[in-house]
């Protein structure tokens, strides 16, 4: 027996194969009768907003698991120009990160994850220049494109769209909530779409409005305002909406978002914005049974049957009805999507009923292009119901196996696959990744390779009836998933996929699954990983950003690492003009995969004058170049992520004086500021908590507190006084920025001062000296305007608004059309030492080598030597 996928059968099944890797979702018995309950209910709700984090977590869980609607939240961005509290990952590497957390929200409130191409470039205090950064049309393009995929009967906005002081981002989401609300439905707009799918037009178009959203002193309104008690009990979860939404919105940890359950009434209100008016219910007029397709009826009625015998003691005797509602669904024509959707849920249903366990797991966690691996297949009927395995397969990959096997109850059945995974087949970089993109925007490639198609011959996942390629060749061709196809998407398909087509109770049913790869931690137990496709070298510097105040030379380090056995290569650095490396280039010899290399080279500045480039590293193996690193993301609360950015580091020339030299660190939420420190000559020592003591902490010219360590260590609430006695006796502290709220004291400098929300987001505004003499500005190093040039994303954030006469402000900037902000450098005379506050973004500009940055923190350093 062989296996067939034609190209459009791969594309009906794409958008359900977008899953993390992830335990195998078991049902309970309670989750089968939701299941079948929401099978029931024909309606689709869009809920829209700017980042991850913005959605409303209980109105999303009470849409999905209590008005049974097909949900999805609509992100402009993936929330990359956010800071992090669980690592360093700043700009695309927090955006992955988020990504993963936004799939684990879904996963707890029920919802669908979906995205537009927008980059999140920074804070944003106006709409009008958000649209001058996002290209306006694009997103809205990706937002009619989701919409017209999903067909939902509502939107939802998050956010006003009308300007109110709130992120730019926010009110230029719901604007384009707006004007997509009218495309959809307009044939004549992105008419490129419709080769895919239909025009569709929703009916309503509303604001999820609170009291959040009033200015102090005015009085919420709900006149007009359709209400919605989101906070009922869900008996069948055994939870209200309020403790789903906890749980959903505590995965967003990188933010800091961790919440507190809520329980009891929980009104949301929903402002009419455009559309048919409603008068009690936002659902008013939308027809929410199987009536709304044509030849919907009869399955409408099966489907009530099957819900009223449902015994949850015994699912598996459900079986049989939910085959003769997919049956009776087959029989209805196409409407585009409510058939497609509805038998993907009639397919789970009937896997959860009969306890049916598919898995497939790689040997290896990685594979490179051209080498074999192998996947080992599982599958367990636990039920009474007659199934047949029939065979399984790698789909689009000309390898299967013919099994024929009835699964006996409660019994593990195995089969193993070998594979040679395509050499076409490109590394498993996130695809909005690929290419280069615009500050605003991501790029999308034309296609993506998932896989090579040709293999043989399977019942259609679809039809029922036998797929074929065409054309018999005898070589597998390529497999793209198209750009359109792609945009939308929360993340890559797998880079593998299973068939297995099983004959249950005489149906036969086809059931893809994504290849994992599986280990067991003896801590943690089981844990998944995506099969990630790597290159066959990557190539890592050993820094961020490489700043030189003198024309000595430093070691560069270059760490090869193979993605398959048996490589031989050389590397070499690509340099700008004016820099030398020494050799030009070295050899590796790598016999295992995943073996480790490190080659040092050293690089000097043939000039004396300041200059900047970058620094390349590049390995070449059988006469092809590979130029990319590999860059693990792992943390316990999303799967392991790869991401494979270029293989190049910032090289900078500075004319740079300092002094002092012993340097303590303290972590906050994380950042790369001591690295950035070690590379311009101090000896930077990493902190403990244990280690903020009185002697220890004399030893040191400096003591730096990382971004938001007053947020995030709790016993600095304790070791303050140690801190101040540091400065009084001579020390110099300096403190960046702390986010205003969640403090772990109400004071965290000698004399008083009040942090705010202030922020400089133009990242080159003009910067005005308040205390041109003031020796921070003038020793070691003179800081002019030329300083300030340069800056990325962000000049400053969260400034003091007021402070003690004792302090001293050092500069002052705005954004266009906003009043001087003085607060983004406080300096404090306190006993013999020096108290520095910063909201600068140093934590951005070090790892970007900004020399700028480097010269103005070495100053602060400097202070008082």
């Given at each position: 027996m062989t296996f067939v996928f034609s190209r459009a059968a791969l594309l009906l099944l794409f958008l359900p194969l977008l899953a993390s890797a992830q335990t195998p979702k078991s049902y309970s018995a309670a989750d089968i009768a939701l299941g079948l309950r929401k099978l029931n209910v024909l309606g689709s709700a869009l809920y829209i907003a700017a980042h991850p984090d913005d959605e409303n977590t209980r109105l999303i869980a009470y849409l999905a698991n209590g008005r049974l609607l097909e949900t999805g939240y609509l992100s402009c961005t993936r929330g990359d120009g956010g800071q992090n509290l669980v690592g360093p990952e700043i700009r695309e590497g927090l955006g992955v990160i988020r990504t993963q957390e936004l799939l684990a929200a879904r996963r707890t409130d029920g919802g669908r994850q979906f995205f537009t191409r927008a980059n999140d470039f920074g804070f944003s205090k106006t709409p009008e220049e958000?649209?001058?950064?996002?290209?306006?049309?694009?997103?809205?393009?990706?937002?009619?494109?989701?919409?017209?995929?999903?067909?939902?009967?509502?939107?939802?906005?998050?956010?006003?769209?009308?300007?109110?002081?709130?992120?730019?981002?926010?009110?230029?989401?719901?604007?384009?909530?707006?004007?997509?609300?009218?495309?959809?439905?307009?044939?004549?707009?992105?008419?490129?779409?419709?080769?895919?799918?239909?025009?569709?037009?929703?009916?309503?178009?509303?604001?999820?409005?609170?009291?959040?959203?009033?200015?102090?002193?005015?009085?919420?309104?709900?006149?007009?305002?359709?209400?919605?008690?989101?906070?009922?009990?869900?008996a069948l979860l055994g939870k209200s909406y309020g403790e789903i939404a906890a749980t959903s919105r505590s995965q967003h940890k990188s933010q800091g978002f961790g919440s507190a359950a809520t329980r009891g009434e929980a009104i949301e209100y929903l402002e009419p914005l455009k559309g048919e008016?409603?008068?009690?219910?936002?659902?008013?007029?939308?027809?929410?049974?199987?009536?709304?397709?044509?030849?919907?009826?009869?399955?409408?009625?099966?489907?009530?049957?099957?819900?009223?015998?449902?015994?949850?003691?015994?699912?598996?005797?459900?079986?049989?009805?939910?085959?003769?509602?997919?049956?009776?669904?087959?029989?209805?024509?196409?409407?585009?999507?409510?058939?497609?959707?509805?038998?993907?849920?009639?397919?789970?249903?009937?896997?959860?009923?009969?306890?049916?366990?598919?898995?497939?797991?790689?040997?290896?966690?990685?594979?490179?292009?051209?080498?074999?691996?192998?996947?080992?297949?599982?599958?367990?009927?636990?039920?009474?119901?007659?199934?047949?395995?029939?065979?399984?397969?790698?789909?689009?990959?000309?390898?299967?196996?013919?099994?024929?096997?009835?699964?006996?109850?409660?019994?593990?059945?195995?089969?193993?696959?070998?594979?040679?995974?395509?050499?076409?087949v490109e590394a498993s970089q996130p695809y909005w990744l690929r290419l280069p993109g615009t500050v605003g925007m991501y790029a999308v490639p034309e296609k993506l390779l998932v896989a090579e198609s040709g293999a043989p011959a399977l019942l259609g996942p679809v039809t029922g009836q036998r797929l074929s390629s065409g054309g018999g060749q005898k070589e597998p061709a390529a497999l793209l998933i198209n750009r359109q196809n792609l945009i939308g998407t929360p993340e890559n398909p797998a880079s593998a996929y299973v068939g297995c087509l099983l004959n249950i109770a005489g149906t036969p049913i086809f059931y893809t699954v994504p290849v994992?790869?599986?280990?067991?931690?003896?801590?943690?137990?089981?844990?998944?990983?995506?099969?990630?496709?790597?290159?066959?070298?990557?190539?890592n510097i050993g820094g961020k950003a490489y700043v030189f105040a003198e024309n000595q030379p430093k070691l560069v380090p270059v760490t090869v690492k193979a993605g398959r056995a048996g490589l031989r290569g050389t590397v070499a650095l690509n340099l700008p003009p004016g820099w030398v490396a020494e050799p030009a280039s070295l050899p590796f010899t790598l016999q295992n995969k995943e073996q480790e290399q490190t080659l040092e080279f050293r690089v000097r500045p043939t000039g004396t004058t300041e200059s900047a480039g970058q620094l390349r590293a590049v390995a070449t193996v059988d006469g092809q170049t590979y130029a990319r690193g590999y860059q693990p993301i792992v943390y316990t609360h999303i799967p392991t992520q790869t991401l494979f950015p270029e293989a190049a580091a910032p090289l900078?020339?500075?004319?740079?004086?300092?002094?002092?030299?012993?340097?303590?660190?303290?972590?906050?939420?994380?950042?790369?500021?001591?690295?950035?420190?070690?590379?311009?000559?101090?000896?930077?020592?990493?902190?403990?908590?244990?280690?903020?003591?009185?002697?220890?902490?004399?030893?040191?010219?400096?003591?730096?507190?990382?971004?938001?360590?007053?947020?995030?260590?709790?016993?600095?609430?304790?070791?303050?006084?140690?801190?101040?006695?540091?400065?009084?006796?001579?020390?110099?502290?300096?403190?960046?920025?702390?986010?205003?709220?969640?403090?772990?004291?109400?004071?965290?400098?000698?004399?008083?001062?009040?942090?705010s929300n202030d922020r400089v987001t133009v990242e080159n505004a003009e910067v005005r000296f308040l205390k041109p003499q003031h020796p921070l500005l003038n020793s070691p190093n003179k800081i002019t305007s030329r300083d300030f040039q340069g800056w990325v994303q962000e000049q400053g954030l969260y400034y003091p608004s007021q402070w003690d006469a004792k302090y001293q402000p050092i500069i002052s900037s705005n954004d266009p059309g906003e009043s001087p902000k003085d607060g983004a450098i406080l300096v404090a005379d306190y006993g013999k030492g020096h108290y520095i506050y910063t909201g600068l973004s140093f934590f951005r500009e070090l790892p970007a080598g900004v020399p700028g940055a480097y010269r103005l923190l070495t100053n602060m350093i400097s202070l008082g030597k």
């Open positions: 958000t649209f001058t950064i996002w290209d306006r049309e694009q997103v809205l393009a990706d937002m009619v494109w989701v919409i017209r995929q999903r067909r939902p009967d509502v939107l939802i906005t998050r956010f006003s769209p009308q300007p109110s002081g709130t992120h730019g981002h926010h009110t230029a989401s719901a604007q384009l909530a707006m004007d997509a609300f009218d495309a959809a439905g307009d044939p004549k707009r992105f008419p490129e779409q419709l080769q895919y799918v239909q025009a569709w037009q929703p009916k309503r178009l509303f604001w999820n409005t609170s009291s959040f959203f009033i200015q102090p002193g005015q009085k919420f309104d709900a006149t007009g305002k359709i209400v919605v008690d989101a906070g009922s009990y869900n008016k409603a008068q009690k219910d936002f659902l008013e007029d939308v027809d929410l049974s199987w009536n709304r397709i044509k030849g919907g009826a009869p399955v409408g009625k099966l489907v009530s049957q099957t819900i009223k015998e449902f015994d949850p003691a015994n699912p598996a005797a459900s079986v049989a009805s939910l085959l003769k509602v997919r049956e009776a669904l087959l029989k209805a024509p196409d409407d585009g999507f409510w058939k497609k959707e509805k038998q993907e849920q009639v397919e789970q249903l009937i896997k959860a009923c009969l306890g049916l366990y598919l898995e497939a797991t790689a040997a290896e966690a990685t594979a490179a292009p051209g080498q074999p691996i192998t996947v080992t297949v599982e599958v367990i009927n636990r039920s009474a119901v007659p199934v047949t395995w029939v065979g399984t397969g790698l789909i689009a990959y000309q390898r299967d196996t013919t099994l024929n096997k009835p699964l006996a109850v409660n019994e593990l059945s195995r089969v193993r696959l070998r594979f040679q995974v395509s050499s076409q994992q790869y599986k280990r067991t931690d003896p801590v943690e137990g089981e844990l998944y990983r995506p099969l990630t496709v790597v290159p066959p070298v990557a190539v900078i020339k500075l004319d740079l004086k300092r002094k002092g030299n012993e340097i303590g660190y303290l972590m906050g939420a994380g950042d790369e500021v001591p690295d950035a420190l070690r590379q311009i000559g101090y000896h930077v020592t990493t902190l403990k908590e244990t280690d903020l003591t009185p002697d220890n902490l004399r030893r040191f010219d400096a003591v730096l507190l990382g971004v938001r360590a007053y947020n995030t260590v709790d016993r600095l609430r304790f070791l303050q006084p140690v801190l101040l006695e540091y400065v009084q006796g001579g020390g110099n502290l300096i403190v960046q920025y702390t986010v205003n709220r969640g403090t772990v004291l109400p004071e965290i400098g000698p004399y008083p001062f009040k942090l």
